[in-house]
């Protein structure tokens, strides 16, 4: 039963409004997803790292990727992230029990040892989990015209992260069966089943970069976690 790494990369970034996708932006003298597969390198479980890029991608082939072990790339991304990760299990020939860690390639600054930890506390799981935060701030719902109509709870509520570690065939049934607008991650596929995926701690580090400030805000974390 082996672990594989599953990097969906072939999205464009439009909230970056960048005519480069942003996996592929400056990111402290390396592409954004250089720091990505670098942190991935870095867990010793994994067997394989693949990254699933779009087939029109035209920057890929513009680095070296010569110094990263286990790295494969697999040029078969699809509309949505939902697609790329589906098209991904469907192209990636694992057996169906081993293990898949979809991690995004916009999350650069993921902590090695926390990828460790999830997997050491997942592998006998029925199900899997993901890496998640409970919510800090006070939630508001918002009517028309940005009026507050309740301040809703926030116990129990966790803001999803990645990576997210699921069996490669329950996954790719869990997408294909119920791929949709409302399945914006992993966990929400395998929910729609009716199973209940775990929730391990994550870091409020492991930030998504999405907005071009987030990527000022990846670049002083990058520092900081090597201090
Ligand atoms: N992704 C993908 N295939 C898509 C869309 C997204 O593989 N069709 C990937 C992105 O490359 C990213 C991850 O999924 O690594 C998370 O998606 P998101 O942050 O939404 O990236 P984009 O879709 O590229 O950005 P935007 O939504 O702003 O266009
Ligand atoms: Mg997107």
Redesign the pocket.
């Known amino acids: 039963m082996k672990h594989i790494a599953l990097?969906?990369?072939?999205?464009?970034?439009?909230?970056?409004a960048s005519l480069t996708?942003?996996?592929y932006l400056d990111l402290s003298g390396k592409p954004l997803?250089w720091h990505?597969l670098s942190a991935l390198a870095k867990v010793a479980e994994l067997d394989r790292i693949v990254v699933?890029?779009?087939p029109e991608d035209e920057w890929w082939d513009s680095f070296d990727w010569s110094g990263f072990a286990r790295l494969e790339v697999l040029r078969c991304?699809?509309?949505?992230?939902a697609?790329?990760?589906l098209n991904g299990l469907y192209a990636v020939q694992a057996a169906e029990d081993d293990w898949v860690l979809v991690h995004?390639?916009?999350?650069p600054c993921l902590d090695p040892a926390l990828v460790s930890q999830m997997i050491a506390a997942l592998t006998g799981h029925p199900v899997g989990g993901i890496l998640a935060v409970p919510v800090a701030d006070t939630l508001k719902l918002a009517q028309a015209g940005q009026h507050i109509a309740h301040t809703h709870p926030r116990d129990g509520l966790w803001q999803a992260q990645t990576p997210q570690m699921f069996r490669v065939a329950q996954l790719a049934h869990a997408l294909a069966t119920g791929m949709g607008p409302d399945i914006t991650d992993e966990a929400s596929a395998l929910e729609k089943l009716g199973l209940q995926p775990q929730l391990i701690m994550g870091s409020p580090w492991n930030l998504?970069?999405?907005y071009p400030q987030d990527l000022r805000l990846a670049a002083l974390i990058l520092v900081a976690g090597q201090q």
């Open positions: 990097i969906p990369a072939a999205g464009s970034g439009s909230r970056m996708p942003k996996q997803i990505t699933v890029i779009s991304g699809g509309a949505s992230r697609e790329s990760v995004d390639a916009a999350r998504k970069v999405t």
